[in-house]
């Protein structure tokens, strides 16, 4: 696929996909779900990381208004069954790791995006805002199931309802991002991060993935049964045991990936 709305950049097992579209605030419409969809695939093909980021001075301002899927007779839930939920799921199923480098605003269905990311890092400036309320919606893309696992039902609540901007720094506090970051050491910040996930034991951050986002279905007795199992699998790989030599030969590990 050539694409016209994001660019894919793979350099040393580092997948970078940025939104391209500054001069709309990298609103999403049609064209450009589909192209996330098809670039995240890719990424998780070709590649041990994958950062979503965006170009300009926003991450994304959520659907664009102005496009077809917004404009006439509106379909809401068809576009997010038929184009939301295959973006959001290519991020989410992703099985490396994935990490979202908010340099901006990201707002509506561009929080969502963020908040789907495993690590979602933003810099200070940066703010997140679910206004849905504003016009008679609801936060979708899966804002209403982020937002209570990651920062508590009280402030999913209040953000929802008010459709207040949560700035990066509370939202670090509350617990809903990673971190945030001053700005002018951003991009070498999420830089370093997403190059020692790109470097490091793939098969044992994807089961850190699976296990982690399991503990919420399972009793403390079937949570460690899964832990059981995939430390198993990951007992097996190359990794682990280039990681105990590596260990034992007091030197950094050289990571495969397998």
Not at 29 to 40: F, G
Not at 152 to 170: N, T, Y
């Amino acid at each position: 696929m050539e694409y016209e709305t994001v660019l894919l950049n793979i350099t040393d097992g580092l997948a970078v996909l940025t939104l391209n579209r500054p001069d709309k605030m990298n609103a999403l419409t049609t064209q450009m779900r589909a192209e996330i969809t098809h670039a995240m695939k890719q990424a998780a093909h070709d590649a041990r990381a994958v950062v979503v980021t965006g170009a300009g001075p926003a991450f994304c301002s959520g659907q664009d208004l102005g496009d077809a899927s917004s404009t006439g007779k509106i379909d809401l839930e068809g576009t997010l069954r038929d184009e939301y939920e295959p973006m959001l799921k290519a991020i989410w199923d992703c099985p490396v790791p994935t990490i979202a480098a908010v340099n901006g605003p990201a707002a509506g269905a561009g929080a969502s995006l963020a908040l789907c990311a495993d690590v979602t890092i933003a810099t200070e400036s940066a703010y997140f805002l679910q206004a849905f309320a504003k016009i008679g919606l609801l936060p979708d893309a899966g804002g209403t199931w982020f937002m209570p696992r990651q920062m508590g039902m009280a402030k999913a609540m209040g953000a929802a309802l008010f459709a207040d901007k949560i700035s990066a720094r509370q939202a670090d506090d509350w617990g809903l991002i990673y971190e945030a970051v001053p700005d002018d050491a951003f991009e070498a910040h999420w830089r370093k991060r997403a190059a020692y996930l790109a470097n490091g034991p793939t098969a044992g951050f994807g089961a850190i993935k699976k296990a982690i986002r399991g503990t919420w279905e399972n009793s403390l007795e079937q949570q460690l049964q899964v832990e059981a199992h995939l430390q198993g699998e990951c007992g097996r790989t190359r990794d682990f045991a280039e990681g105990v030599v590596a260990f034992l030969e007091k030197r950094a590990p050289r990571f495969e990936g397998r």
